[in-house]
């Protein structure tokens, strides 16, 4: 069950140039920075009530966000949704007929296990599903 949107993805170029705008322009502050390696991405993270943003920087020409960026500049890359139990909520995105970007959840930031819908499934909107690890 989905319960909450977690977080908003915002790809920009430099997390340098863009956390400080965060922080003086709006008074928001860098909670955590992480690294995502299996992504090339740098992430670093506010939270706004129980939203969180996701600051997503390119670390390689060849990641996701280097890619995004060239074709539509920096701005809104992907809204994610939290949920309780995520095999199954991609199983009735699958059996809705939406096309999964990932079959299976991997590790994304905050030790979340994450997996993306298409686009072209979802009206336009990269959509991530969230859950917690469970340890
Ligand atoms: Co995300």
Same mark, same amino acid.
């Given at each position: 069950?989905?319960?909450?949107? *977690? ?6 170029? &430099?997390? *340098? ?16 920075? $992480? $690294? ?17 943003? $996701?600051?997503?920087?390119?670390? &390689?020409?060849? &990641? ?72």
């Amino acid at each position: 069950m989905i319960t909450k949107i *977690d977080h908003l993805g915002i790809a920009v170029r &430099s997390l *340098d140039e863009a956390v400080p705008f965060y922080e003086k322009s709006l008074g928001l502050k860098c909670e955590h920075r $992480e $690294e995502v390696a299996s992504q090339k991405v740098r992430t670093a993270f506010f939270t706004v009530g129980e939203v969180h943003l $996701e600051l997503l920087e390119p670390t &390689s020409p060849d &990641s996701p966000i280097a890619k995004f960026l060239e074709k539509n500049g920096e701005g809104i890359h992907h809204v994610a949704f939290g949920t309780t139990d995520i095999e199954a909520q991609l199983g009735q995105a699958a059996a809705g007929g939406c096309r999964l970007i990932n079959e299976e959840p991997f590790e994304g930031a905050g030790g979340k296990l994450v997996a993306f819908l298409h686009p072209k499934s979802t009206h336009g909107v990269l959509t991530e599903l969230c859950a917690p690890i469970a340890r």
